[in-house]
């Protein structure tokens, strides 16, 4: 049984849901959004106030701006995208505090949360990705 126990410990120490990550968002805790996406992928729709870092470009060079004291939070398309494992794998190897977004921005916007497309907020239903 603690075998299991500490299975789900894990996941939770590793990734996080959607309402957990908006719900840190209005408390301003220090917390950052990363999309792990291409910039093509971005710009169609995103997380509001998400960072745009494609996985294949994060290096010390790329994040030296960052802060270690916040917590990242790195998303993809989805269950069918695995930029953001690749992400949390890069970002980690940094040494930066990092989950997974579980569901990616497939399942932020099912459970009914704002997105942008390109330089507006939209409705999750009817954002263009």
């Not at 959004?33 to 729709?45: F, G, L, M, N």
Request: one cysteine or more; aromatic letters at 8%.
């Amino acid at each position: 049984m603690q075998e299991q126990i500490n299975h789900y410990l894990n996941k939770l120490n590793y990734e996080i849901d959607s309402s957990d990550v908006y719900e840190a968002i209005q408390k301003q805790e220090k917390i950052i959004v990363i999309d792990a996406r291409k910039p093509q992928a971005y710009q169609t729709c995103h997380i509001p106030n998400a960072l745009n870092l494609p996985h294949k470009q994060m290096n010390e060079e790329t994040t030296k701006m960052l802060d270690k004291d916040f917590l990242y939070v790195v998303y993809c398309d989805g269950i069918g995208c695995n930029a953001s494992t690749k992400g949390a794998l890069n970002m980690t190897r940094l040494g930066f505090k990092v989950k997974e977004l579980l569901g990616g921005l497939d399942w932020w916007k099912r459970d009914g949360y704002m997105s942008e497309d390109g330089d507006s907020v939209s409705n999750t239903l009817s954002c263009g990705c």
